[in-house]
């Protein structure tokens, strides 16, 4: 199951959420590494639902399948991008894959500088994507803290993470198919219970089968004297 990740490969989120214009919503700016325009990827393989051209070339993707979220809940997410210079290439109903370059910053709609807008939501999209708050701005339906959707890697290069924590993809979170079991020793089974047709003739063709001769009283340490070939079967 796929775990979204963090858009960008350079993190340096310059608006953070409830300030300014992401009052009343859970919206994040990313400005990447520096004043140019940095790819956006896709957080996990998903379907463009919507696409507002009018405003900052908003565009909205839905997970295809339930992601897991960093505390662990399941469930499908979408996610809106705003503010690329050039979408020409994308449309409602294309296909993208998790890592996939898709996206891109810019200073279409009201943006000041290359950015790129995101905002997070739970769930599935719901029509029509977005919905004006009380402020009068227009925020994605179902909204959701950032930090609570998104993962982080290794290669996530931080320059300022403006005070989140997001949670980061180790080995121990990640769901890694168990190993072959090819390094646990194969007990040999016990003649008895041997299926092997060999073994079993065998034991039948023997002149003297195995004969009671002591039953051990107690628990203790006992001596035995044995002859060249005799074998001891123990019960
Ligand atoms: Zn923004």
């Known amino acids: 199951m796929e775990k979204p ?6 993190m340096r989120i ?15 700016d990313d400005a990447g590494k520096d004043t140019g325009i940095e ?4 957080p996990f393989t998903g379907t463009i ?3 507002y051209p009018q405003d900052a070339n908003e565009v909205w993707l839905e997970s295809d399948n339930p992601v897991e979220y960093p505390d662990g809940t399941i469930d499908y997410m979408t996610i809106l991008f705003a503010h690329a210079d050039d979408i020409s290439n994308l449309y409602v109903g294309k296909k993208i894959s998790q890592k996939e370059a898709f996206y891109k910053e810019g200073t279409s709609g009201n943006a000041t500088g290359n950015h790129c807008h995101i905002e997070c939501a739970k769930g599935k999209y719901q029509s029509p994507g977005w919905t004006a708050n009380s402020e009068g701005y227009y925020v994605i339906i179902n909204g959701k803290n950032p ?3 998104l993962w982080i ?5 931080i320059i300022n993470s403006n005070g989140y924590n997001f949670k980061k993809i180790t080995e121990e979170n990640t769901n890694t198919k168990p190993e072959e079991d090819s390094n646990i020793e194969q007990l040999e089974p016990l003649p008895e219970q041997s299926n092997d047709e060999e073994e079993n003739s065998n034991l039948e063709n023997q002149e003297t089968p195995p004969q009671l001769i002591y039953t051990c009283p107690k628990d203790d340490l006992y001596g035995i004297y044995l002859k060249e070939g005799e074998q001891l079967y123990l019960k």
């Open 5 to 10: 990740i963090y858009p960008l490969k350079n």
């Open 14 to 28: 310059t608006q953070r959420y409830g300030e300014g214009t992401h009052i009343n919503s859970f919206a994040i």
């Open 39 to 42: 790819e956006v990827y896709a």
């Open 49 to 51: 639902k919507k696409i």
């Open 147 to 149: 930090e609570e959707c």
């Open 153 to 157: 890697e290794d290669e996530t290069n």
